[in-house]
C-alpha cells in the first residue's frame, strides 16, 4: 500500500504562533485530504486537495503532487486547534492515513 | 441534514466472543467506510460498502464482516475478538461522485477487549 509520512510528530506552540505540518507520500494519489482529531477523537474534515492549494481562515493547505507532498499551515494558533492532524491518501477514497503530527497550543 | 453517527460509544469484551458495532450515514450519502484506530496510530482501511454492496477492503482477516442496508446504514461485525482488535472503530459517510468523495466521520465506537 502507500506510505504516508508525516512530521513533525509532535508540536508544542504558544498561541498565536504559526506553524507548518508536512505530509509524505509514497505513490501518485488523486485523492488527499487533511483531517483534525479533536480529543475526544472526532475525525474533522479540513481540505479536500489533491493538488493546489487553498485557504479557509486561519489554514490553508498546498499539495505538490509531482513531488509528493502536502503542507498543512495554521495561522495565530489557539488553543481549540490542539489535537491530532492526519493527511489521508488514495487512489480512490479508501484512505491510507499517516501516523499524524499531535499538535499543542498552549495559552 | 444529519450527521454520522455510531453506536454504542463505548464495548468491553472478552477474546473469543463476537461483536456488531452499527453505523448510520449522513443522510443523502450512498458510501459507508470502516476504519480501525489502535491507539497512537492512524486510521486503517478495513473495507468500504456502496450500495450495499462491499466495494473494497484493506488487510483485515475474514472475521472483519460487514453489512449496508437499503438505507445506507451499516454494520461492522468482529468474530473471535483477539487482545489486538482493542481500538476506536470508525465509520465515514460520503457520496459517491462529490469532490474527493469527502469523508464524513462519526464519533467511534472504542472497543475494549480483556
Known amino acids: 500500500g502507500i506510505q504516508v509520512e508525516q512530521s513533525p510528530p509532535d508540536l508544542i506552540l504558544q498561541e498565536g504562533a504559526n506553524s507548518t505540518l508536512r505530509c509524505n507520500f509514497s505513490d501518485s494519489v488523486n485523492n488527499l485530504q487533511w483531517f483534525h482529531q479533536n480529543p475526544w477523537g472526532q475525525l474533522i474534515n479540513l481540505f479536500y486537495?489533491?493538488?493546489g492549494t487553498k485557504q479557509n481562515g486561519r489554514l490553508s493547505a498546498t499539495t505538490v503532487a509531482t513531488e509528493r507532498y502536502s503542507l498543512l499551515y495554521i495561522s495565530s494558533s489557539q488553543t481549540t486547534d490542539s489535537g491530532v492532524y492526519f493527511c489521508?491518501?488514495?487512489?480512490?477514497?479508501?484512505?491510507?492515513f499517516g501516523t499524524g503530527t499531535s499538535l499543542t497550543v498552549i495559552p | 441534514e444529519t450527521g454520522v453517527t455510531q453506536s454504542p460509544t463505548h464495548l468491553i469484551k472478552t477474546r473469543g466472543q463476537q461483536v456488531t458495532l452499527r453505523c448510520s450515514s449522513q443522510?443523502?450519502?450512498?458510501?459507508v467506510s470502516w476504519y480501525q484506530q489502535a491507539l497512537g496510530q492512524g486510521p486503517q482501511f478495513i473495507f468500504q460498502y456502496y450500495r450495499e454492496e462491499e466495494n473494497g477492503r484493506g488487510n483485515f482477516p475474514p472475521r472483519f464482516s460487514g453489512l449496508q442496508f437499503p438505507n445506507y446504514s451499516s454494520e461492522l461485525n468482529v468474530n473471535a475478538l483477539e487482545l489486538d482488535d482493542s481500538a476506536l472503530y470508525l465509520c465515514?459517510?460520503?457520496?459517491?461522485?462529490?469532490?474527493?468523495?469527502?469523508?464524513?466521520f462519526g464519533p467511534g465506537t472504542r472497543l475494549t477487549v480483556l
Open positions: 443522510s443523502g450519502h450512498n458510501t
Open positions: 486537495i489533491p493538488s
Open positions: 489521508a491518501v488514495g487512489p480512490g477514497n479508501q484512505f491510507y
Open positions: 465515514a459517510s460520503s457520496s459517491r461522485g462529490s469532490p474527493g468523495d469527502t469523508q464524513y
